[in-house]
């Protein structure tokens, strides 16, 4: 038997199925269109987090503190000085976080101005260490004594502060120290140095801390020789948390990433090496990567945690700690990264840290297994930017012609179907009528005459 046409492996498909498998490929390429081109939407910051209890201040007792007159400020009333030499023992750089600490130091003559605003209010002051006595007797906490500081500012201003905790050895009349506390009246003094309306804190402690430096834009080698992390002894530099390195080394990295990070453009940013890369472990393990290189780190944000800043030169008030998982690094090993600075993305946010090389981070594992990884320290913990790829743009572009060549296709496809559908019905209808014309012209004719 001779077969008529093209032989069809599959049978036709009816219309309204084609129409669906073209509606979904051409749904699948405009995903991945806009995938590629639209990046996805910078993380919302985290939920808040859990409240933290602070401490309850009585108001009765508080108000007996009065500093109108100067025979007022050259009194200091017992009962609101140990109401809060009591509250403010168990104030932390959390607690005082979350009772509004400012970022700056407060004006002195703002405070002067408006005492009654800043009553119980949460303050700090930096400056050298002028006057310093006790313990004394007094204290509302078994345990604990008074002591009292005086502290000259920068611009000559004076702040009194009183605290329960033994000032810690070194710290001298000279030394650069900062206070914190709440804030209770002005106070008049008139020895062992004539003071003048100058605002008495209520804290904790007294703390070491350090003139502030200048912008650092240039690295100084001699500083980050200072670390040493050759050895993976428990205890040793490697093993150390943020907050147990805190030093000039630290400082010094952090600054002069935060200070020159405006210098460095993105696209600057893409001709530096990332740690993506077999070459660059090789590298560090071989100890050819200086510290302070710079060096890109392509992940994800597996963990986050944000600390207060103890009191340091560089001007820093927060950190954040970051732990990237680079799936090309390691087999996915957990990189740190350290940014000087308050990060609000939630984890799984994809990142592109711009950062520099530190130094190793030792650590374990929640399964007890020891490992190591480069520490980075950064100016931010930067999402990945998908759409200033240029690579990702040239694969966007062709999608897209695709894409436009594809949906012109099968247009074309539908509007040639749907004439050949129509030409065949047309067609099978003049078929018809002409069956029809030929059965009545044959019913309407005379009988043939017998043959004879």
Known sequence: MKL???????????PA????????????????IWAIEHPAAAPTPEAPAAQVPLPTLDDATLARARDDSREQRLVLEPEPLRHLLAKAIDVGPTVAQALGRPDRMTPVATVRAVPATFR??????????????????????????????????????AVLAAFSLPPEAGLAVGSWVRVEGFFLKLRDLTYPTAIDRAPLLIGRSLQRDFADWPAVTQLDPAVLAKVDDSSYWPGDLAWHTLEEDQTEALWHLAAYARDTAATRTLADWRRIGTLNTHEV??????GQIARGTPLRVIGTLIKKSVVAAPPNPAGIEAWTVGWVQVREYGGGVLVPVWAPK??????????????????WQAYETLRNERRRAPLFVAADLDLYDLVADRTMQTIGTWLLVTFSAFVALVFWSQRRDAARALAHSRDLDARRRRERQRAAAKAAAPPAPPPA
């Open 120 to 157: 119980k209010r949460w303050l700090w002051y930096e400056g050298q260490l002028e006057q310093l006595s006790g313990p004394q007797d007094g204290h509302p906490l078994p345990g604990y004594a008074i002591y009292e500081a005086t502290l000259r500012l920068a611009d000559g201003e």
């Open 4 to 14: 008529s046409g093209p032989v069809r492996l599959l049978p036709p498909l009816p």
């Open 17 to 32: 199925l084609r129409f669906a498998l073209g509606g979904a490929v051409v749904a699948a390429l405009a995903y991945a």
């Open 342 to 359: 308050r990060v609000e993305w939630e984890t799984r946010a994809q990142l592109e840290v711009r950062g520099f090389y530190y130094r």
């Open 281 to 286: 472990h090789e590298k560090l393990i071989a």
